[in-house]
C-alpha cells in the first residue's frame, strides 16, 4: 500500500529500453560478466551437432532485439551471420527441450548479479531486503497453446486466453531480481465442488485401505497367536493355558470384529469415490475445464515428454495451487543465498501455510508483511482473549483509530494469533475513503509509519511486470509447446537481470553523489520527482474531495497506459534523448 507510487523509484530498465539498438548493445556489453556459457555448458550434450545450446541461448537472449542495426552484437559473440539466417528449427528445438534446466539458469544468474554487486562497493545499497510474491496475467491469442486456460483478467475484467504467472523475486534495496517464476491455469469455478468430493473421497479411500491393510496383518497375528495357544491348551490343558486361550479368542474376534467394520467402510467409501470420478469424468466430457469445452481442449497442442523430465515437473505445476508453489519458492530461494528481511504479498497469497512456514525457516528471522482481506478470517484478540472476526476486530476497535498526519491516514493497531501464530493487525483508513484496509506483520516491534514503509517495496514487483511488458515482450511467445513459454519467459527475465546490473553500475557511481548538488541534469531530476510527487499530492486531494479511495485509485491509474504517457512527457527532454 504505497502513499505515491512512482515507477522511478523501482524503475530499473526504462532508462535503457527505449529502442532495439540500445538494448542490443547494452546485453553485449554486459553478458559475458555472468558467465551464461559456463552456466549452459552441462546441457550441450542434448545437442549432438550445429551450434552449442550454450551458444544457442546467448543469441536467443538478443534475439528479440535482432535487426540490421544490432547484428554486430552476434559477430561479437563470434557467431557468423551465415550461423543465424535459414536456421531457425535450431533455435525453436532448443526451447521445446524438455530436458534443459530452466530454472536452475535463471536462479544461477540471479546469484551471478548478486555476486557481482556485492563484489563493487560502488553497488551495494543498504536497507531492507524482501523476498515479494505476486502473479500477472499473460494473454494468449488463441486455445492452441498448451496448458492455455480461459483465465480472468483483473485489469480488463474479462475472461481471456492465457496463463497467470507467478513470480518470485528478490529486493536488494535497490533493485528487483528475478529468482523463480511458474505458470498457472485456472481450472474454474464451475467444477471445483466435483474436484473437491473427488479428492475428499479419494483420501477416504486411501486412509480406509492403509488401515484395512494394517488390520489384514494383525488379524493374520492374531489368528495365529490364536492358532499357538490352542495347541498348547491341547497338548496341556491347565487353568493357565485356558486363560491365554480365553485371551487369544477374545482378542482375535475383536479384530475379526474391526476388520468386518472395515471391509464394509471401504465398501461405501470405494463407492461414493466412483461415483465421484463418474461424475467428474462426465464434466470433462461435457463440461468446460478449465473454460474450455472438451473440444477446445482437444485442439489444444499436446507433446509427449519424458518422465523425470523438467518440462514434465513444469507441466505438473501448472495444475498445482499457486500457495503451494509460493512456498516452494520460497524455500529454494532462502536455500540458495537469498535471505530477506521480510516476505511481502498482498491479500490473495495470505494464509497460514506461509505464517508457518516462515516460523520454521532460519528460526523465525524472516518476518511477513501481507495485505489481509477483510472477511470471516477469525483471529485470537490479544487484549479480549477471545476468537473474533476480522470485521468484529475492526468494529470493536474502530472508535480507538489513531491519525498519521505523515500519510493522512487513520489507522487501528490489534495485536492478535493466527493460529497461534502471533500478529500485529493495522487496519488503514486513507483520506476521507469509508473504505478500510488491512496490513499484517509478525514482525511485532514496526510502527505503522514503518510497516507501511516495508510494504511500499512491494510495488517494486508491479513495476517489474510493467517494464518486462513493455520493454521486453514478456508473454510474447507465439509458440504453441509449453517448454517454449518457460524458455522464453526465463530470457526475458535473465535480460531483466543483465539490465539491472547495468543500471547500478551506470547511475549508481561511486563519486555520483558528491556532485548532485551541482549537477544540473540532477537538479532537472529531482524538480521533476517534485513535481510528480506534487501531482501525486493533488490526486490525493481530489480523491478525499470526491470520496474514492485513493488505494484502489492508484492502482488502476498506473495501470492505465495513457496515464503512463503523460507522466512519461513530464520527464525532461534531455533525459527522454538520452533513453530514445
Not at 461405501?268 to 478449465?290: C, I, N, P, S, T
Request: hydrophobic share 40%; aromatic share 10%; net charge positive.
Amino acid at each position: 500500500m504505497q502513499q505515491h507510487k512512482s515507477t522511478n523509484n523501482f524503475s530499473e530498465i526504462e532508462e535503457f529500453a527505449k529502442d532495439s539498438e540500445t538494448l542490443t548493445s547494452t546485453l553485449s556489453e554486459v553478458m559475458d560478466k555472468f558467465h551464461l556459457e559456463k552456466h549452459l555448458a552441462p546441457f550441450d550434450g542434448l545437442k549432438s551437432k550445429g551450434l552449442a545450446i550454450s551458444s544457442i541461448v546467448c543469441i536467443l537472449t538478443l534475439l528479440p532485439f535482432y535487426g540490421i542495426s544490432s547484428i554486430y552484437a552476434f559477430i561479437k559473440r563470434g557467431i557468423k551471420e551465415s550461423d543465424i539466417q535459414g536456421k531457425k528449427d535450431v533455435y525453436y528445438d532448443v526451447k521445446n527441450n524438455e530436458q534443459i534446466d530452466w530454472r536452475r539458469l535463471l536462479m544461477l544468474h540471479a546469484k551471478r548479479l548478486q555476486y557481482l554487486l556485492l563484489k563493487n562497493d560502488s553497488t551495494i545499497i543498504k536497507g531492507k531486503k524482501a523476498i515479494i510474491f505476486d502473479d500477472t496475467f499473460l494473454e494468449k491469442t488463441g486455445i492452441k497453446t498448451e496448458k492455455v486456460s480461459r483465465t480472468f483478467d483483473h485489469v480488463s475484467g474479462f475472461h481471456l486466453f492465457g496463463f497467470k504467472l507467478l513470480v518470485c523475486g528478490f529486493w536488494d534495496g535497490g533493485s528487483f531480481i528475478p529468482l523463480d517464476f511458474s505458470f498457472h491455469r485456472e481450472r474454474g469455478a464451475a467444477n471445483e465442488g466435483l474436484i473437491k468430493a473427488f479428492k475428499k473421497a479419494s483420501k477416504a479411500v486411501k486412509k480406509l485401505t492403509k488401515d484395512f491393510e494394517k488390520h489384514v496383518c494383525l488379524l493374520s497375528k492374531k489368528e495365529n497367536a490364536l492358532k499357538l495357544a490352542t495347541e498348547k491348551y491341547a497338548l496341556n490343558a491347565i487353568k493357565t493355558n485356558k486363560i491365554k486361550l480365553d485371551k487369544a479368542q477374545e482378542s482375535k474376534d475383536k479384530v475379526s470384529k474391526e476388520h468386518t467394520i472395515l471391509v464394509h467402510d471401504l465398501a461405501v467409501k470405494r463407492k461414493e469415490f466412483d461415483a465421484a470420478k463418474k461424475k467428474l469424468k462426465q464434466f470433462y466430457r461435457q463440461g468446460k475445464l478449465f473454460g474450455l469445452t472438451k473440444k477446445e481442449r482437444d485442439q489444444q497442442f499436446k507433446k509427449v515428454v519424458a518422465n523425470g523430465s523438467y518440462g514434465q515437473t513444469r507441466r505438473r505445476e501448472a495444475d498445482k495451487s499457486k500457495i503451494d508453489m509460493m512456498i516452494d519458492m520460497l524455500k529454494r530461494s532462502v536455500k540458495h543465498g537469498f535471505i530477506p528481511d521480510y516476505v511481502l504479498i498482498d491479500s490473495w497469497f495470505f494464509c497460514f501455510e506461509i505464517l508457518d512456514t516462515l516460523s520454521k525457516l532460519k528460526n523465525g528471522a524472516i518476518k511477513l508483511v501481507s495485505m489481509v482481506k477483510i472477511n470471516n478470517q477469525i483471529f485470537f484478540d490479544c487484549k479480549t482473549n477471545k476468537e473474533l472476526g476480522i470485521k468484529t476486530i475492526l468494529y470493536r476497535y474502530e472508535k480507538e483509530s489513531k491519525t498519521c498526519k505523515k500519510l493522512k491516514a487513520k489507522y487501528i493497531k490489534v495485536t492478535c494469533k493466527y493460529k497461534g501464530i502471533r500478529v500485529n493487525l493495522f487496519f488503514v483508513k486513507m483520506g476521507r475513503s469509508s473504505n478500510w484496509h488491512l496490513l499484517l506483520t509478525t514482525n511485532l516491534n514496526l510502527s505503522f509509519i514503518e510497516v507501511m514503509e516495508v510494504y511500499q517495496i512491494r510495488w517494486s514487483i508491479e513495476v517489474f511486470f510493467k517494464e518486462c511488458k513493455q520493454y521486453l515482450n514478456l508473454g510474447k511467445c507465439k509458440s504453441s509447446c509449453f517448454e517454449a513459454q518457460i524458455a522464453d519467459t526465463t530470457v526475458t527475465l535473465m535480460q531483466h537481470i543483465m539490465l539491472s546490473y547495468y543500471k547500478r553500475i551506470t547511475c549508481q557511481q561511486s563519486f555520483g553523489g558528491l556532485f548532485a548538488g551541482i549537477s544540473k541534469e540532477m537538479v532537472e531530476l529531482d524538480l521533476v520527482s517534485r513535481i510528480i510527487d506534487l501531482v501525486w499530492e493533488l490526486i490525493a486531494v481530489i480523491c478525499e474531495i470526491a470520496g474514492i479511495d485513493f488505494i484502489e485509485f492508484q492502482e488502476q491509474l498506473i495501470k492505465n497506459e495513457k496515464a503512463t504517457a503523460i507522466f512519461i512527457r513530464m520527464l525532461p527532454e534531455r533525459v527522454l534523448d538520452k533513453s530514445a
